[in-house]
């Protein structure tokens, strides 16, 4: 049963990069069956699909957040990460790595137990 | 972007009652939408997709419905273990958006 695992800094700068590592278990980030996504939440609302990444590197990205992410996949340690820039308290969330099955345009099959990054100063 | 709607947001019940909460697109998304249930402190979980589809392992007191721009999820015979939020996602058209959530609560 694939498992997804965040990890990364808890607390980020205003104006810095926020950086976060999904590690995958039992499964290959090379398997052609998924695709690769983050989705973040911010304390007590709801959701917003941040983008996604196949094991080829073809990326898909939320257009409102495009200019600053950046998701990437490093396939000798079975990982993907997320990159966002720029960070403001705006960008306060529980940032979920996530799957879809088959299709990047899919439900979301398995999550991440998420992680909460804060930007402040 | 295609906005989608939940209603009622907040939705109180009793164990044993049966609840529909509704979901609606912005435009017409097929049948491409799931419902999420979430928990406090945890990640959602997926219950159904493609509308109506029940995934693996989730209760048959759990159904979906609709299609284009209308959708409900129906829980039957609720158990203590279902108050929860619950999303629907449609994944139509980039960005895959998510309603604001719906908040089952013990009336």
């Known amino acids: 049963h694939l498992q997804l695992q965040e990890s990364g800094p808890g607390l980020v700068k205003p104006s810095e990069t926020l950086s976060l590592t999904c590690t995958v278990s039992r499964n290959s980030i090379n398997n052609h069956n998924y695709y690769w996504g983050w989705i973040r939440q911010p304390p007590g609302k709801g959701l917003e699909w941040i983008g996604s990444i196949y094991y080829t590197g073809s990326t898909y990205y939320n257009p409102s957040l495009k200019s600053r992410v950046s998701i990437s996949v490093d396939k000798s340690k079975n990982q993907f990460s997320l990159k966002l820039t720029s960070v403001t308290a705006a960008d306060t969330a529980v940032y979920y790595c996530?799957?879809?099955?088959?299709?990047?345009?899919?439900?979301?099959?398995?999550w991440g137990q998420g992680t909460l990054v804060s930007v402040s100063s | 972007d295609i906005q989608m709607t939940q209603s009622p947001s907040t939705l109180s019940a009793s164990v044993g009652d049966r609840v529909t909460v509704t979901c609606r697109a912005s435009?017409?998304?097929?049948?491409?939408l799931a419902w999420y249930q979430q928990k406090p402190g945890q990640a959602p979980n997926l219950l159904i997709y493609?509308?109506?589809n029940l995934e693996n392992g989730v209760p048959s007191r759990f159904s979906g419905h609709g299609s284009g721009t209308e959708f409900t999820l129906t829980i039957t015979s609720l158990q203590p273990d279902d108050f929860a939020t619950y999303y629907c996602q449609q994944y139509d058209t980039s960005p895959y958006t998510f309603g604001q959530g719906t908040k089952l609560d013990i009336k």
């Open positions: 996530a799957t879809n099955p088959g299709t990047v345009a899919g439900p979301v099959s398995h």
């Open positions: 435009q017409s998304i097929s049948s491409s």
């Open positions: 493609k509308a109506s």
